[in-house]
């Protein structure tokens, strides 16, 4: 079951960025202006892509996780719903800095959060009732593309880029054994993907966005959504929710391990700067 609903995800992530490829033809018939008198151009009017634009975006991520984490070939069945956050989450810190310059974009996405768990289910222990987990994650993921549709209904991005990954892990085996074990890793994936944001209404939009790839690890996806809403020339409110699905098992090795998936709703709102 878990193998069709990962590979039900993956097709959806393939179907998002075979979109991207589709849709500027359709956004260059659908926004191809019809003839009228001429007029002397508004300065007020310029193109939207010209010039530099900055975009932040400070967001909470209620992810959920679902998999397996190893330390030094002891592992743990982590399964905490994206509800169970409140009681895992320690401290975070998660945003997007949205740089683009005409119709090249360069998105960075940050995300730094502690984690810890003490109903982890062991694995390959025998004894053991329970595993007090402690994680501490890192994820970066600075990207640059090109805005291949501008319309006024339809905007369209493809992206290529890195994810950085740096997980520290620290397990205490319940009853306690010794002082308990602790590893930490890091590792670089490379991923391409895109978006597209559709205008519903003047203040109301919707956008998609997926990205694939691997390196170090077998496996490094994501796909999501979002719907905002601007309440000002500068802020726009964001609710959607997000998928990030990793498998790393580095050379095929079990003595660190961390193969999870993450759903969950996730809220912020932008602050375009210029």
Known sequence: MNCFWKAAKTGLLLATVGALFALPRASAQTDTPTPTK???PDPNETSSSDGWHVGVTP?????GV?????????????HADFGDIFNYLNIGAMGVLD?????VIMPVDFLWMKLSDNQGLPVNEYGVNSI??????????PKIGYRIADGKRVKVDALFGIR??????TFTLQPQIANGYSQSASWTDAVAGGRIEFALTPKASATIFGDAGGGSARLDYQVGGALGYKISRR?????GYRYLSVDYRPNGSALFV???????????ATFNIK
């Open 132 to 141: 007090n987990a402690k994680m501490t994650e890192t994820i970066l993921s």
């Open 59 to 63: 967001y909470i991520w209620f992810a």
């Open 164 to 169: 950085y990954w740096h997980l520290s892990t």
């Open 38 to 40: 001429m007029n002397s």
């Open 258 to 268: 961390y193969d999870v998936d993450m759903p969950g709703l996730a809220v912020g």
């Open 66 to 78: 679902h998999g397996t984490t190893g330390v030094l070939g002891h592992d743990a069945s982590v």
């Open 235 to 239: 802020w726009v409110l964001l609710v």
């Open 99 to 103: 740089l683009r310059y005409n119709r």
